[in-house]
């Protein structure tokens, strides 16, 4: 009984913290909930990312979620630590360098581009 209990507890707390129902899919996860939301710069695109890759690249890029800050982009070899888009990996991807991104859409507007740019220079 005390094990049927605690097995109760445990997984309806647990419960609350998932927005979303993987099985169903009724959304999507939001990377922008678990992000510093004192670097403006980094706000800006986490949107972009919610808004652009999230929906194709959940599963295969979840490690995202674990950036919360921009030099856990960096650690990861994302991003360059010195501010250099052309040596940033995360950038140079989405400026079509072997492929296209978003993949079957249009191209990420040029003002998106820039404030990864912005961002990824104040870094």
Not at 21 to 29: C, E, I, L, Q, T
Not at 36 to 45: A, H, I, S, T
Not at 73 to 81: E, M, Q, T
Request: contains cysteine; negative net charge.
């Amino acid at each position: 009984m005390k094990l049927s209990l605690a097995f109760l507890i445990i997984f309806l707390g647990s419960c609350r913290l998932q927005t979303w129902n993987s099985n169903s899919g009724d959304a999507k996860p939001s990377l922008c909930t678990v992000i510093d939301r004192g670097d403006q710069n980094l706000v800006d695109v986490c949107e972009i990312i919610q808004n652009r890759c999230i929906d194709c690249h959940t599963g295969y890029h979840d490690e995202w979620f674990a950036y919360t800050d921009s030099a856990a982009w960096v650690s990861a070899g994302l991003v360059d630590s010195n501010g250099d888009t052309n040596l940033s990996q995360f950038y140079t991807y989405l400026k079509n360098v072997g492929g296209s991104m978003p993949k079957n859409d249009a191209q990420i507007p040029d003002d998106e581009f820039e404030l990864i740019k912005k961002w990824i220079q104040g870094i």
